[in-house]
T-cell receptor, first 113, second 115 residues
C-alpha cells in the first residue's frame, strides 16, 4: 500500500523569500504520479504541481518547483518569491494506476509580511 | 458543469439523525471519490466509484456510511444515525480515467457538524 508522509506540520516564511516543503512516500510500483495540492480556507483542493515518476526532469510551474528524488522516494515542493496568497495548507499526494489518491498529513504554510 | 459541485455547503444535524451529502461531478468524469477531512487533519479516503459501481469501499468507517451513484453522474453519501465523531468536512472529487494521472478536481466540500 502507498503511504505519504509530511513531517512538517507547520512552516513559515517571510514574504518574497523561498520555502521548501518536504514529502516522502512509499510505493512498490515503478509507475506512479505525485502531486502537491493547496487548500486555502475555502476548503477546495487546488492542484499546484504534478510529477510523473518515469520522468527524471523536475516539474516546474511558475514560482513552484519540485525536487523529485526517486531513489530516496522524496518529493519536496519549493515556493520561490513567496506571496501572501500562498498561505494555505499544502498536501502531498500520490497515485498509482487507477487506485485512490493517497494524501500526506499536510503542512500549514504561513507567509509573514 | 464547470467544476465539482457539493451540497449542502454546511450541515448541522442532531446526533442520531440521518444526513445525505450530494456530489455533482464534472460532466464526463467517470471516476468519483469521497474523502473525509477531520479538523486540522489530512484527507481520509472513503469510497471510489467507476461509473455506477464502487470497486473500492474500503474507507467507509462503519456500516452507518453508504454511498451510491446513479447515471454515472451524481453521487450521494449517506450517514445514518450520526455521531459526533462524524463531524468533518466531506470532500468529493472526480477525474477522467485513462491513466493520465492528471489527478482530481475537488469540490469545496460539505462541513458536517453533529451536535
Amino acid at each position: 500500500a502507498q503511504t505519504v508522509t509530511q513531517s512538517q506540520p507547520e512552516m513559515s516564511v517571510q514574504e518574497a523569500e523561498t520555502v521548501t516543503l518536504s514529502c516522502t512516500y512509499d510505493t512498490s510500483e515503478s509507475d506512479y504520479y505525485l502531486f502537491w495540492y493547496k487548500q486555502p480556507p475555502s476548503r477546495q483542493m487546488i492542484l499546484v504541481i504534478r510529477q510523473e515518476a518515469y520522468k527524471q526532469q523536475n516539474a516546474t510551474e511558475n514560482r513552484f518547483s519540485v525536487n523529485f528524488q526517486k531513489a530516496a522516494k522524496s518529493f519536496s515542493l519549493k515556493i520561490s518569491d513567496s506571496q501572501l496568497g500562498d498561505a494555505a495548507m499544502y498536501f502531498c499526494a500520490a497515485i498509482q494506476g487507477a487506485q485512490k489518491l493517497v494524501f500526506g498529513q499536510g503542512t500549514r504554510l504561513t507567509i509573514n509580511p | 458543469g464547470a467544476g465539482v459541485s457539493q451540497s449542502p455547503s454546511n450541515k448541522v444535524t442532531e446526533k442520531g439523525k440521518d444526513v445525505e451529502l450530494r456530489c455533482d461531478p464534472i460532466s464526463g468524469h467517470t471516476a468519483l471519490y469521497w474523502y473525509r477531512q477531520s479538523l486540522g487533519q489530512g484527507l481520509e479516503f472513503l469510497i471510489y466509484f467507476q461509473g455506477n459501481s464502487a470497486p473500492d469501499k474500503s474507507g467507509l468507517p462503519s456500516d452507518r456510511f453508504s454511498a451510491e451513484r446513479t447515471g454515472g453522474s451524481v453521487s450521494t453519501l449517506t450517514i445514518q444515525r450520526t455521531q459526533q465523531e462524524d463531524s468533518a468536512v466531506y470532500l468529493c472529487a472526480s477525474r477522467r480515467t485513462g491513466g493520465d494521472g492528471y489527478g482530481y478536481t475537488f469540490g469545496s466540500g460539505t462541513r458536517l457538524t453533529v451536535v
